[in-house]
T-cell receptor, first 111, second 114 residues
């Protein structure tokens, strides 16, 4: 079993839709959770960073962590064509311990 | 310059060449990382430096040699590479203190080994 599982997609949604992206993990030591957005041929860009269960909101983005279920989500409201990218979840137990990344979900928002 | 910068952005090299990738972070962070990103695979951590000391080496072949002369600069020296080493090489940095371990990435170097 992989430490982090993420559906690769692709996921296609119409403009304005609410998008839900998810990851599951198996390592209960993970306590820091991140979401990155990566456009084609670019480096990953940090979107959200959280270290506790619950919700964290930033503009149109909401990150949700459920440690009891080992499940994290990223919600995008009012999705835009410019949101079309690959979204990577990442998690760590802290310190300089390895950050484990998901394989990424490719999202396409259709105008 | 802001954030994390990498040069060159694109590199084509033969299997017998020697080249170096450069990374610079302008964020005042304490830790720097090299990652390899290949198609349809998760990011692979190669090296971690904390305050210029290597803290992790993920069993990377010796044809990849990192160098961290100070907390702002990181190099990856390449020699005698194989075609399967063709990938996007990403540099990242993180604050590495006060519970802040999120990583900020540079744009990457697209490497092609012929």
């Amino acid at each position: 079993q992989k430490e982090v599982e993420q559906d690769p997609g692709p996921l296609s949604v119409p403009e304005g839709a609410i998008v839900s992206l998810n990851c599951t993990y198996s390592n209960s030591a993970f306590q820091y959770f991140m979401w990155y957005r990566q456009y084609s041929r670019k480096g990953p860009e940090l979107l959200m960073y959280t270290y506790s269960s619950g919700n964290k909101e930033d503009g149109r983005f909401t990150a949700q962590v459920d440690k009891s279920s080992k499940y994290i989500s990223l919600f995008i409201r009012d999705s835009q064509p410019s949101d079309s990218a690959t979204y990577l979840c990442a998690m760590s137990s802290g310190g300089y311990q390895k950050v484990t990344f998901g394989t990424g979900t490719k999202l396409q928002v259709i105008p | 310059e802001t954030g994390v910068t990498q040069t060159p952005r694109h590199l084509v090299m033969g299997m017998t060449n020697k080249k170096s990738l450069k990374c610079e972070q302008h964020l005042g962070h304490n830790a720097m990382y090299w990652y390899k990103q290949s198609a349809k695979k998760p990011l692979e951590l190669m090296f971690v430096y904390s305050l210029e000391e290597r803290v992790e080496n993920n069993s990377v072949p010796s044809r990849f040699s990192p160098e961290c002369p100070n907390s702002s600069h990181l190099f990856l020296h390449l020699h005698t590479l194989q075609p399967e080493d063709s990938a996007l090489y990403l540099c990242a940095s993180s604050p590495g203190q006060s519970g802040r371990y999120e990583q900020y990435f540079g744009p990457g170097t697209r490497l092609t080994v012929t």
